[in-house]
């Protein structure tokens, strides 16, 4: 099983599922053999209802986007006048972004991902 170390409760999850789903165990009784409480159960047990076992794993806790992420366009023009040695406060000036934003881009590839 693929999981992280903060992912204490996967294991636990398919556990109180599986007692629930395939061995018919109420909420309450499968929480009273695993410890956790059966709000959480029930959290657990709605998902593997719609899905099936799949939707027990863990799921990445990246954002799918980062609406605050400098364009890779506006990154690269930074670059290239960091390069030619301007000012951060004139190239700040020239893209249009702060000054934080100019010190923040460091290479156009750590931008892009």
């Known amino acids: ?11 636990l999850r398919r556990l109180v599922v599986r007692d629930i789903a395939e061995r018919g165990l109420s909420a309450s009784e ?43 366009r506006v990154a690269a023009t930074i670059v290239e006048l960091r390069r030619k040695l301007f000012l951060q ?5 020239y893209m249009g972004v702060s000054k934080a934003t100019v010190c923040r881009v460091r290479d156009v590839q750590a931008c892009l991902t």
């Open 1 to 11: 099983m693929n999981t992280h170390k903060n992912a204490r409760l996967t294991y």
């Open 30 to 72: 499968a929480v009273a053999k695993h410890g956790v409480s059966a709000a959480t159960a029930r959290k657990w047990h709605a998902p593997y209802l719609a899905g099936g076992a799949p939707q027990l794993l863990d799921k990445s806790s990246r954002p799918a986007r980062s609406p605050r992420a400098i364009d890779p």
């Open 89 to 93: 406060a004139t190239i700040a000036s």
